[in-house]
């Protein structure tokens, strides 16, 4: 059961820095995640929402199959107005959201919510009073109570290859996504949290100290103000530029499950944004536990990021291998409910000179990807740098080389251009922040995100 407790936001936030993100505190071991009530008594703890007064509810981040390595607020709803945003919810849940609001009962509720669902999704609407098929005096009834938000966009830059990349800010937090154009498609990139839990070596979102869950909100926000950028309201499958989305942003979209499966519905529904779920990759640094559950309730294309072939070299590069290893990723990986031949899972596998590029290595992916009869291509991802790495990419002779071994071995392989480096909008450069920090604090901080769940 959860407890609602009342504390201010700068209460809360030194605790949550301090205190929750590794130690007792860090991991849940099977049972619910529990930590003290800032404000309480000592040794009084309390497991859930927390209320930030006059500025947002959060929720502690959920142990989604009990495998969740850190816990994070996450940002559940509520606006300093006190009106509520109905971006992010179910259609069920608008309905309820009118009858609460004393505007409908159930039976009117469940036609209105699909009424305003059209607007919100297939039109792109933000203001009721433009919802035409709803009486005058409704849509100010909706007007005084609720929004259609979008986040706010701090920052957009235009590649000279034509991606785009926002920085936006909601709840007070910074994230970013991409648009990648193609002659054939355009790829959104989305983001499932800000920063992420995890610490990949090579990626600059790792390095991110700061670590919330976007809710369901903020992630298909990020696809309804990119729709609005494009001008492509209203929604139809036809001649659409924004054709694909990806959940390759910031964050590790398995340790913000619910979200991420919420936002991924409304995106996939007929009667809104309508994307077929073909058409929608998530992928995963490897959450072993969640990826059944991934296939399953949201169904879309897995992509796994793979980075290596030997204990050794994974575990440094991607630590997370250290809890969730080669094999038992691949096994998972396996049993994806809905792979075959016709819908394989992408194998990313970043190439990192003198570190993951042998010869060697490339024998080995192919034997392992064979070993576990699976339905797979290889992105091969040359490293993208930033401030402060410590790798180098490997040369192009060599990519080539390894790409060729792979395809030889049965398995498309083909090398991923990158996208968007010159404003740092490629694979792994995304971060919300662009504070200098130095190597010492970088390893300080791969380390403390290790140790609250390694
Ligand atoms: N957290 C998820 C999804 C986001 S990252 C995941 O790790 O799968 C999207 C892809 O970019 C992943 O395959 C990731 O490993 C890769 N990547 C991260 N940093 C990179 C970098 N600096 N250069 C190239 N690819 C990178
Ligand atoms: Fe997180 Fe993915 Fe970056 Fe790893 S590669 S740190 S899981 S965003």
Redesign the pocket.
Known sequence: MRRAAVVRLRQLQPELKSKDRKGPLSRAEGGPFRVAAPGAAPGVAFSGKIRYRGLMDTDLMPIAGGVDPVPVPRLLSGRADGLCDLIGLSRPAIADALVDAGLADAKQARMRSKQIWSWIYNRGVTDFALMSDLSKPLREALAAHFVIGRPEVLEAHVSTDGTRKWLLRSGGEDYEMVFIPDADRGTLCVSSQVG?T?N?R????GTMKLVRNLTAGEIIGQVMLARDSLGEWPSQPEGRLLTNIV???M???LYNFDNVRDALKIVMDGDGLALSKRRITL???GVVPMMERAGEEIGVNL?V?L?AVTKEIRDEIVPLNKRYGIHELLAACAAYPGANNARRITF?Y?MLKDKNDRDEDAYELVNLLQRYRLPAKVNL??????PG?IYETSDPARVERFSQIVYEGGFSAPVRRPRGRDIMA????LKSSSEKISRAELDRRAAEKEAAWV
């Open positions: 992420c995890l990949c090579f990626c600059f979102t959940m390759m942003g964050g590790e979209p992928s995963t640094s992509a990021s980075h990313e970043v991802i040359p490293f993208n740098p930033w790495s490629a694979c792994g450069q």
